[in-house]
């Protein structure tokens, strides 16, 4: 729990700054992929390992999974209907009896049409949320950070020796 | 990692005054979180260290923790090693305490090895290449006494029927009932009693209930008065002589017109008349016959009263039990429940393997169209969709399972045996492995003196059609004290004998063949009865009979067996005993017929001494009533003949007296 709300403060302060615009969206985007997910499956410890490695904003796609997890379930009946479309096909047929009976690959539960369809779906909507999200992020800094950092309130606060106290601390920790 | 999302740390401004140092610019972090690797190593090696040196012994300490709480008694694993990379395990030493006697074990087994598959396991399949059971013993002592958990009070809940009691309730048929009820256990018991001789006429007791003869002819009087009244009615309402009578005096006394012309038309309205009369006359003669065809209808009615006396005669027989001497019968009722009681254990174990290892539930195309296809399976949340494919894994598959026991050289009695049973593709989707299941089991029961043991079972769940084939042979066994009839009058079987066992049991589409050849030899009989009489013949002719066959056939559902048993044993008493029974069960059943001549006769004899009674009555009527008619016509039909003869006559005389004027008149 303190390492979940430790990548959210983070996660606020690094969308007040200047910078991390990328790592902020490629963040909500790949909780995008895990909060349409339904249950955990491999594909779900493979996005998780994605966000480890690369130097993707926790606190994002943290928040982005628990968002999208809660409205995830008004799309199922699309996931699943896309599923079935997918799963039904005798073009693929060939290849999803090979996918079916190789190692590991069944893990993905890539045969249920839910999972399928979302999995699908999410893929293919990842470039288009990162996008977003990135816009989203540009926006909000241009306009809403930047008039609250005008504002005397902001630089009354950042006059007051607590706050370079803080400033302080966060340079050197 | 939240440090690594940071905007890099700014430099602060130096004065210009101090020294220039060289300063170490960072560099902005690259897209790869490199820092992760360190902590993620530590935890695998952490992992890795601890199931190299503390999961097996955890597991061991669960394994004999979670036992004892379900066994109640203490359970001990000697040692346990898994390999993560071989895929298997092995537990040795598995002691199973006895609760009841705490210094014993209820089961002990030296081995249990099973190697698994990685191929499988990453395909989320668990393939046992080799699953090896070996050692098992039942009550072996331990060296020390194993600790017994206190007994805790039974919930109420805990009294509901286990899965497999519920299973093993199920299996006891309503048809298997019907015929341990028919195989009563008390073949000879009847012959004993009709043996002996003297209590026969107890046997025989008054026949007491109505019998359905006897039903029966009571309602045939109560037809036969019915009847009667309503023919009488139809023979009043047929025509009577009155009317032909009336005719005939009408045609008496009427004078017939001098005017020809007239006359001839009085003539032909009597004619008329009489001719209606003859067709009343036709009415009563079909009536007659109507109601005589009636009557004789009753007659047959009197011929079923033959064929429920009959009927009445064979179920007295059984309800006094006046015993059979047909072979077959013999046969059956000595040894049905012996039969018995291996078909019922062996239908339990049909219906656990039908369900713990399904075989296919569809025809073969169906199941061609199942591998071929997708098939959908509702879930709570979408579907989840198969693509098997020949030869893949199924969910479980034991490829390979090893079972071996071992009787401890000074056993005495008891159910430990040295055993070795090998079985093969065992798995929960038979169609997939497309094998049958065999298992295979061998050996000896030294203790209890079973040797050559031989079993095996193959279950054919992956053919369209599943069926399952048991055999079971067994080289010798001994048997003691077993009693194939008890009853008051007589308690017989075998004392001592040595069998050789060979049973086949075939199951397919809930139809069942069963086959069991015993042979008995060196038998020593029982026969205990008050009468010594029954006591020496049976003996007698016993010892003729040095050993005894038996052969058993059940064939059908499971619903409705039909059961097929021959037995020297059978033939030989029923031989035997027919010298010296043939007699006296002849005359129990003379007896029988007697009593029940007498209880029938009478009522048999009244009611045909009624219907002869009524036919001649009514026979009579009929035929009064037509002669009567008969006459009156006859008398109607002299009447018209005699007018028509005067109306003719006067005619032609008139005309010879004019011809005869005329000739007197022309002189000629």
């Known amino acids: 729990m303190t390492l979940m709300l430790k990548q959210i403060f983070a996660f606020i302060k690094l969308l007040n700054s200047e910078t991390g615009t990328n790592q902020i969206a490629a963040g909500v985007a790949l909780g995008f992929i895990l909060g349409m997910a339904p249950g955990f499956s491999l594909q779900t410890i493979l996005v998780l390992l994605l966000a480890l490695f690369f130097r993707v904003q926790f606190g994002a796609a943290g928040l982005s999974a628990f968002f999208f997890k809660f409205i995830a379930w008004l799309f199922d009946p699309l996931f699943d209907r896309f599923g079935r479309v997918i799963l039904d096909m005798d073009s693929l047929h060939s290849t999803l009896t090979w996918a079916y009976n190789l190692p590991i690959v069944p893990f993905t539960k890539f045969y249920n049409s839910v999972v399928m369809g979302s999995g699908v779906l999410s893929i293919l909507l990842f470039p288009l949320v990162f996008l977003l999200t990135r816009m989203l992020v540009l926006k909000y800094r241009e306009l809403i950070v930047a008039k609250i950092k005008d504002t005397k309130l902001w630089k009354a606060l950042k006059a007051t020796s607590l706050f370079q106290w803080y400033e302080k601390y966060d340079r050197l920790y | ?668």
Request: glycine share 8%.
């Open chain 2, 1 to 668: 990692m939240t440090d690594s999302t940071n905007t890099p740390p700014e430099v602060p401004p130096m004065p210009d005054s101090e020294p220039k140092k060289v300063q170490k610019v960072k560099r902005p972090p690259g897209p790869i979180r490199t820092g992760v690797v360190v902590p993620l190593l530590i935890i695998g090696l952490g992992t890795f260290l601890y199931f190299k040196f503390l999961f097996d012994a955890n597991l061991r300490w669960a394994m004999e923790f979670a036992g004892t709480k379900i066994n109640g008694a203490q359970v001990d694993v000697a040692d346990f090693h898994s390999s993560f990379l071989g895929g298997g395990f092995e537990l040795t030493g598995l002691q199973v305490t006895d609760k009841e006697n705490p210094s014993t074990n209820i089961l002990e087994i030296k081995t249990i090895a099973a190697k698994l598959l990685w191929d499988g396991l990453l395909r989320g399949k668990f393939v046992i290449d080799n699953f090896a059971i070996k050692g098992i013993s039942w009550q072996s002592p331990r060296k020390s006494p194993g600790k017994v958990l206190p007994v805790e009070p039974e919930k109420p809940e805990d009294n509901k029927p286990s899965a497999a009691g519920k299973l093993a309730g199920e299996a006891k048929s309503v048809a298997l009932e019907e015929a341990q009820k028919e195989f009563k256990g008390n073949a000879l018991g009847d012959l004993a009693a009709i043996l002996e001789g003297g209590d026969t006429k107890a046997q025989l007791e008054e026949i007491r209930d109505t019998l359905e003869s006897e039903k029966f002819i009571e309602s045939l009087e109560q037809e036969l008065t019915t009847k009667q009244k309503m023919w009488e009615e139809k023979i009043k309402a047929l025509p009577t002589k009155d009317e032909f009578e009336q005719t005939a005096q009408k045609i008496k006394e009427t004078k017939l017109d001098s005017n020809p012309l007239q006359a001839a038309k009085q003539l032909k309205d009597f004619k008329d008349d009489f001719n209606k009369l003859t067709l009343t006359v036709k009415t009563v003669k079909e009536g007659g016959k109507e109601i005589s065809s009636s009557v004789k209808m009753l007659e047959s009615s009197f011929k079923k009263i033959d064929d429920l006396i009959e009927q009445d005669l064979k179920n007295l027989q059984t309800r006094f039990k006046i015993p059979s001497l047909d072979t077959k019968n013999l046969a059956q009722g000595l040894f049905g429940p012996f039969v018995l009681a291996k078909l019922g254990s062996s239908k339990k174990y049909l219906d656990m393997a039908r369900e713990y290892l399904p075989p296919k539930k569809t025809a073969a195309e169906k199941a061609k169209d199942e591998l071929a296809k997708p098939k959908p399976r509702p879930r709570a949340s979408g579907v989840d969709y198969r693509f098997p494919k020949k030869g893949a894994y199924p969910l479980v598959w034991l490829k390979n399972i090893e079972i071996s026991s071992e009787a401890p050289k000074d056993v005495q009695g008891g159910t430990q045996g040295n055993l070795k049973g090998q079985g093969t593709n065992f798995t929960t989707d038979p169609q997939v492995v497309g094998k049958p299941m065999i298992l295979t089991v061998g050996g000896n029961f030294p203790g209890a003196k079973i040797y050559d043991v031989n079993f095996t079972a193959s279950l054919n769940h992956h053919l369209p059609t599943p069926g399952e084939e048991v055999s079971l042979s067994v080289g010798n066994y001994p048997i003691d004290q077993h009693v194939l009839s008890k009853s008051k009058k007589l308690k017989f079987g075998i004392a001592k004998a040595k069998g050789v066992m060979n049973v086949n049991l075939k199951h397919s589409e809930e139809m069942i063949l069963m086959s069991m050849n015993n042979r008995f030899r060196e038998v020593e009989y029982l026969v205990e009865s008050q009468n010594k009489k029954v006591t020496e013949i049976l003996s007698s002719l016993l010892r003729g009979i040095p050993l005894i066959t038996l052969d058993a056939t059940a064939r059908g559902t499971w619903a409705s067996l039909s059961w097929d048993f021959s037995s020297n044993l059978g033939d030989e008493l029923a031989s035997g005993l027919k010298r010296e029974l043939n007699e006296r069960v002849a005359a129990a059943k003379e007896q029988l017929k007697k009593k029940l001549d007498a209880k029938i006769g009478p009522k048999r004899k009244m009611i045909e001494e009624k219907y002869a009674k009524i036919k001649s009555k009514l026979d009579s009527l009929v035929g009064e009533r037509e002669k009567d008619i008969e006459a009156a016509k006859n008398k109607a039909q002299a009447a018209l003949d005699d007018k028509v003869k005067s109306n003719t006559g006067g005619a032609e005389d008139k005309g010879k007296a004019v011809l005869k004027g005329l000739k007197k008149k022309f002189k000629l």
